[in-house]
T-cell receptor, first 112, second 113 residues
């Protein structure tokens, strides 16, 4: 059974700081990784996808992938109060095609 | 371009009744996924449809079922509703092949009383 593990948090950072969110996964064969942001009561929103080892940057967001260590992280630079949300890490369930297996999410709180 | 749309937004049913939830994928997407998110719990995979066929299902009883129509829209049926079925039901769509990005609709909040 594939597992995706995340610290539930809450992770609290001051406005303007860097927030670091981590995720580990159990299946060494995983090839793609996704980060979703979910505001309370809303649906998940895709914010980053990463397929290769290394870093991928998109605006204030950087995803980092290390397949050898089976972890993927998300860095949020210059954190804003509007970044306060739950961040979900997801990996495709290969036995179910592209259906994603989600971690339970890390709650981020950015204080102004 | 329209995103994934779900209806209804809210649904209140009585225990033992049936609920039908609907989903329209992004244009061009052939895969539709259903997830359940109960309060305080993570997203649990329910069902995956692609090209009109059920491709896989998660660890849910058979009273959770659905189908995909020729236009790739989908419906989820939950029979013999139980109180613990109260949750946010999310539909997502993707291009339908490995490792592609999936996008979610706004969800249907099902409350069983």
């Amino acid at each position: 059974q594939k597992e995706v593990e995340q610290n539930s948090g809450p992770l609290s950072v001051p406005e303007g700081a860097i927030a670091s969110l981590n995720c580990t996964y159990s299946d060494r064969g995983s090839q793609s990784f996704f980060w979703y942001r979910q505001y309370s009561g809303k649906s998940p929103e895709l914010i980053m996808s990463i397929y290769s080892n290394g870093d991928k940057e998109d605006g204030r967001f950087t995803a980092q992938l290390n397949k050898a260590s089976q972890y993927v992280s998300l860095l949020i630079r210059d954190s804003q109060p509007s970044d306060s949300a739950t961040y979900l890490c997801a990996v495709p369930h290969n036995q179910a095609g592209t259906a994603l297996i989600f971690g339970k999410g890390t709650t981020l709180s950015v204080s102004s | 371009e329209a995103g994934v749309t779900q209806s209804p937004t809210h649904l209140i049913k009585t225990r033992g009744q049936q609920a039908t939830l609907r989903c329209s994928p992004i244009s061009g997407h052939t895969s539709v996924y259903w997830y359940q998110q109960a309060l305080g719990l993570g997203l649990q995979f329910l069902l995956w449809y692609d090209e009109g066929e059920e491709r896989n299902r998660g660890n849910f009883p058979p009273r959770f079922s659905g189908r995909q129509f020729p236009n790739y829209s989908s419906e989820l049926n939950v029979n013999a509703l139980e109180l613990e079925d109260s949750a946010l039901y999310l539909c997502a769509s993707s291009l339908g092949f490995m490792n592609t990005e999936a996008f979610f609709g706004q969800g249907t909040r099902l409350t069983v009383v």
